[in-house]
């Protein structure tokens, strides 16, 4: 099974329901991840506020972030290479990564 891993900015929620608005996208692959999480996808998200260390001692992302500032936030790895900077992935390409249809969750 293929590992997923996001790198997100510094957040104060995942979900995107703190504050006056509402960010839709970060609802969307927080309910993304949970539905792969009960299939069994190995899928981690890391929050650059909560888990610095996560960032520095992952070699790809912190070679990436010295490259490329925190503007190629959020980050995404499947295995341990990067495919994807500066946005998170769509359904359609968790989809492809993991070969689960992702049909009821709400579209990106």
Not at 66 to 87: C, M, Y
Request: glycine share 6%.
């Amino acid at each position: 099974m293929k590992t997923i891993e996001i790198f997100d900015p510094a957040l104060c929620c995942p979900t995107g329901l703190c504050g006056p608005n509402i960010n839709t996208e970060l609802m969307r692959i927080a309910t993304v991840m949970d539905a792969l999480k009960k299939r069994g996808v190995n899928i981690l998200r890391h929050n650059l506020k909560d888990e610095p260390g996560a960032f520095v001692s992952n070699r790809v992302v912190n070679q990436c972030l010295q490259e490329k500032g925190a503007d190629a936030l959020p980050i995404t790895l499947l295995d341990g290479e990067i495919v994807l900077l500066k946005s998170y992935p769509t359904n359609k390409q968790l989809s492809e990564w993991t070969g689960i249809s992702l049909d009821f969750v709400p579209v990106r």
